[in-house]
T-cell receptor, first 115, second 112 residues
Framework: DVKVTQSSRYLVKRTGEKVFLECVQD?????MFWYRQDPGLGLRLIYF???????EKGDIPEGYSVSREKKERFSLILESASTNQTSMYLC???FGTGTSSYEQYFGPGTRLTVT | GEDVEQSLFLSVREGDSSVINCTYT??????LYWYKQEPGAGLQLLTY?????DMKQDQRLTVLLNKKDKHLSLRIADTQTGDSAIYFC????????????FGTGTRLKVLA
């Protein structure tokens, strides 16, 4: 079974802190994604990566950065956390192009509260 | 830009059929997906349909695609309380970016 794990289920941080969210997948997937999920807004893509050390901005990258030093690990960084970054963060991974579908496999999510 | 829309809530009685609807704007969509999110969990793929298909059936699930109207639906037959969840519609396009565009999600509540 594909497994995508996220380092924390719940996190509480203070405004201005630097926050690291870690995601690890065990299926040798090329692609990895970070989303945030807010009620009524669905999932919005923050960043994605299609290879080690490669990254592309999604729809809402402001205030975030990412790191992918190893294929199985994709980190989301909040440089200076703000209250409007309180949200559920979901990591996902998928195989690259040339597959029969682009099914994404999701982690359980990290609920981040910034106070 | 591309957009995927869903109604936010649906309530049905146990044993009835549920129909969750989705409309999308990208005419070059390749795959359309339905994901399910149970409380406190990530998303899990339920089913997907390739854009050259009209219908796909998988046990209690039926997916209908109307490409002309850019309308996708998910029908759940004999809905059970365990089907209570948020259902997301998503699409990828032929641009090859493997990015998803997600809908807002429909929260299905099944009444006993």
């Amino acid at each position: 079974d594909v497994k995508v794990t996220q380092s924390s289920r719940y996190l509480v941080k203070r405004t201005g802190e630097k926050v690291f969210l870690e995601c690890v997948q065990d299926m040798d997937h090329e692609n990895m994604f970070w989303y945030r999920q807010d009620p009524g807004l669905g999932l919005r893509l923050i960043y994605f990566s299609y290879d080690v050390k490669m990254k592309e901005k999604g729809d809402i990258p402001e205030g975030y950065s990412v790191s992918r030093e190893k294929k199985e690990r994709f980190s989301l960084i909040l440089e200076s956390a703000s209250t409007n970054q309180t949200s559920m963060y979901l990591c996902a991974s998928s195989f690259g192009t040339g597959t029969s579908s682009y099914e994404q496999y999701f982690g359980p999510g990290t609920r981040l509260t910034v106070t | 830009g591309e957009d995927v829309e869903q109604s936010l809530f649906l309530s049905v009685r146990e044993g009835d059929s549920s129909v969750i609807n989705c409309t999308y704007t990208d005419s070059s969509s390749t795959y359309l997906y339905w994901y399910k999110q149970e409380p406190g969990a990530g998303l899990q793929l339920l089913t997907y349909i390739f854009s050259n298909m009209d219908m796909k059936q998988d046990q209690r699930l039926t997916v209908l695609l109307n490409k002309k109207d850019k309308h996708l639906s998910l029908r759940i037959a004999d809905t059970q309380t365990g089907d209570s969840a948020i259902y997301f519609c998503a699409e990828t396009s032929t641009s090859g970016t493997y990015k998803y565009i997600f809908g807002t999600g429909t929260r299905l509540k099944v009444l006993a």
